[in-house]
């Protein structure tokens, strides 16, 4: 979870934690954070993440998006 807050954090982001939900559906993030993040997923783990992870369900909260990087990044 450290691992996504960084990633929140480095796209100017640090008001999302892992108490935050619903971050798409509730519009706290849009499709530019989720771009953004997704850089920073990639940067971090030095690999490209395949565009079929890359769902809304998957980034409504830490833990879809910490289920959704233990898919795609191992």
Known sequence: MDIIQECFNNIGRSDINKNSKN???????DSMDVISLVSE???????????????????????SIAKMISKAMV
């Open 23 to 29: 971050l798409l559906s509730d519009g706290i993030i």
């Open 41 to 63: 997923i990639e940067k971090y783990y030095k690999k490209s993440l395949n565009s079929k992870f890359i769902k809304a369900e998957a980034f409504e909260n830490f833990e």
